[in-house]
């Protein structure tokens, strides 16, 4: 029985390496992702146009202009000399923020007096724009307690921020260990889809259906070759992770990969369900796309599940990438405690055994 699977498992990946567009599904993700990802997935502004229209022309003014020029998410600061340059800066997205001054502005300064700078954004850049105005509002926060120093007068509190686990803010930290779980995915479901598909596109499905394998075994011989392509790929990642971008490993790698395992084999009964429905290579490809987006976009690597509505969080407790986003990042960046890696690990296991079973119960069906 043994020998068999073990024929299985390698046919599968010699198909994989012999196979030119298998090979360079495989691979190219990997070096894009790595190379790319870090740099340009990334949710901090930067390199962005400040408009500045100052109705005032005093010295705090121009000081307080002086520090939005050097802050680091603007890279160009455009001066306006009328109310109807405002407009147009904004309509034709020549700037994300726009400052108007007020006429009196340096006077009330002088004397002590609250005075209000209009903050105007583009709304088609909400996002970016609300990062951006954080750095504004962190500036002229910055100047108002110096104000307060030179005026023998100390701040009614001061805010003083401490970043645990990424105590740079580098978002290299953030995107690299997530890339773990993302590549994983992608290679796991493809290989797992497409490789049954393949067999129905060169007429080798029917041989399967007359060999002595069972179904369990073709499952077997189908599992282990996604398993190894995606074990080795997050390997590459996480060495790339360490000695590229040095970041620092704080958990047990052990750990990780046990984890890995049951993340793996929960995404490898979600594509034999895929291509247990398709036909063709090209109908597993969509296949597996159509079920990477909502996995993606839902797992909290994009935008927090809290956010989400109530109802849809209870729905993605089905997602695997959701619970394996929180282990990879917490066993990488902070050494999670073992108890709150049980916690998102056991979900992983109900799947792999609900996916499993459906696939091995579908696979059942069509060679019987």
């Known amino acids: 029985m043994y020998s068999r699977i073990i024929t299985l498992i390698i046919k599968e990946l010699q198909m994989l390496w012999v196979d030119r567009s298998s090979r360079m599904i495989l691979i190219m993700p990997v070096i894009l992702q790595l190379g790319l990802f870090p740099f340009a997935a990334t949710l901090e502004v930067t390199h962005n146009t400040l408009a500045v229209y100052n ?62 700078i209009q903050a105007l954004l583009d709304g088609r850049r909400s996002n970016s ?3 951006a105005l954080g750095y504004v509002q962190q500036i002229l926060q910055n100047y108002n307690n110096e104000r307060l120093t030179e005026q023998q007068r100390h701040p009614p509190s001061v805010l003083i921020t401490r ?11 953030h995107i690299v260990p ?18 049954v598909a393949r067999e129905r596109e060169q007429g080798t499905f029917d041989q399967l259906l007359v060999s002595p394998l069972t179904p369990g075994m073709i499952m077997i011989g189908k599992a282990v070759p996604a398993m190894i392509v995606a074990m080795s790929q997050a390997t590459i990642i ?14 047990s ?39 990477m987006m909502p996995t993606v976009l839902l ?10 509505p109530r109802w849809l969080q209870y729905l993605d407790w089905l997602n695997p990438l959701r619970h394996f986003i929180v282990i990879v990042k917490g066993i990488f960046l902070k050494d999670m405690d073992h108890l ?7 979900p992983l296991w109900v799947i792999a055994i609900g996916t499993l079973s459906l696939a091995n119960w579908k696979f059942r069906q069509q060679l019987s």
């Open 55 to 116: 109705a005032d022309k005093g010295a705090q003014s121009l000081e307080l202009i002086k520090r939005f020029s050097k802050a680091q998410a603007f890279n160009e600061l455009i001066p306006l000399y009328s109310e109807g340059d405002i407009q147009d800066v904004i309509d034709n997205q020549k700037a994300l923020i726009v400052l108007r001054f007020p006429s009196d502005f340096s006077r009330y300064i002088e004397i002590g007096q609250p005075i209000k």
């Open 129 to 131: 724009g609300q990062i």
């Open 163 to 173: 970043h645990w686990f990424n105590p740079n803010l580098d978002y290299v930290r």
């Open 178 to 195: 997530g890339l773990v779980a993302i590549i994983t995915t992608v290679s796991t479901l493809i290989v797992t889809a497409l490789s």
């Open 238 to 251: 996480l060495l790339a992770g360490i000695f590229v971008y040095h970041i620092p490993f704080m958990g």
């Open 253 to 291: 790698l052990a750990l990780l990969y046990l984890c890995m395992v049951f993340y793996i084999m929960a995404l490898i009964g979600f594509g034999l369900l895929i291509a247990s429905i398709c036909a063709t290579q090209q109908q597993a490809f969509l296949g597996v796309f159509s079920f």
């Open 299 to 308: 797992s909290g690597f994009v935008s927090p599940v809290e956010n989400m």
């Open 340 to 346: 709150l890696v049980l916690g998102n690990l056991w």
